[in-house]
T-cell receptor
């Protein structure tokens, strides 16, 4: 247990539905990251926050995806109008300030879109 | 030996052997590297890191070697145990960027 928690652990939804995932980072970490991982691949960066500010978004983050971190603590990732291609493991990680500190990952949320 | 399965290269070893997992990176500006271990159904777990001003770093039963000339990173696991069975990823970061870029991953299978 790294101290990063994610909820839910598994989500099955029908195509076209909206889903929201939550991440609670390690409390003293002010950086929070979202990644997506498909089977057999390494995690791919989606977006990251420093405190409540969203500082970078990947080209993978289409306009159907939105992430928030309103109080600089927990974060939510919402996917609107889900598609089958959104099926993946969504991982959250946190780190102290600076890109060269190790990122600690949560257990992930496994999304299956039917 | 090595084989390819499920899109991942696989390294199969016997318990007690030493394991070496390799990673090539392409970004010459990368200056920080991490090895992660990922077990099935879990998030990546930090193992060891190394900065580009070093070429070797040791932890408990693990050693990371960095060769910047050929952009190559390796993870050595001493006295491999069945609990070491997992997928291992290297990840790199460049100063000024906050994101990690992950390699493809290697599956390590340890048989008793």
């Amino acid at each position: 247990d790294t101290g990063v928690s994610q909820d839910p652990r598994h989500k099955i939804t029908k195509r076209g539905q909206n889903v929201t995932f939550r991440c609670d980072p390690i409390s003293e970490h002010n950086r929070l990251y979202w990644y997506r991982q498909t089977l057999g691949q390494g995690p791919e960066f989606l977006t990251y926050f420093q405190n409540e500010a969203q500082l970078e978004k990947s080209r993978l983050l289409s306009d159907r995806f939105s992430a928030e971190r309103p109080k600089g603590s927990f974060s939510t990732l919402e996917i609107q109008r889900t598609e089958q291609g959104d099926s993946a493991m969504y991982l959250c990680a946190s780190s102290r300030d600076s890109g060269n500190y190790e990122q600690y990952f949560g257990p992930g949320t496994r999304l299956t879109v039917t | 030996g090595e084989s390819v399965g499920l899109h991942l290269p696989t390294l199969s070893v016997q318990e007690g052997d030493n394991s070496i997992i390799n990673c090539a990176y392409s970004n010459s500006a990368s200056d920080y590297f991490i090895w992660y271990k990922q077990e099935s159904g879990k998030g990546p777990q930090f193992i060891i890191d190394i900065r580009s001003n070093m070429d070797k770093r040791q932890g408990q039963r693990v050693t990371v070697l960095l060769n910047k000339t050929v952009k190559h990173l390796s993870l050595q696991i001493a006295a491999t145990q069945p609990g070491d069975s997992a997928v291992y990823f290297c990840a790199e970061n460049s100063r000024g960027y906050s994101t990690l870029t992950f390699g493809k991953g290697t599956m390590l299978l340890v048989s008793p």
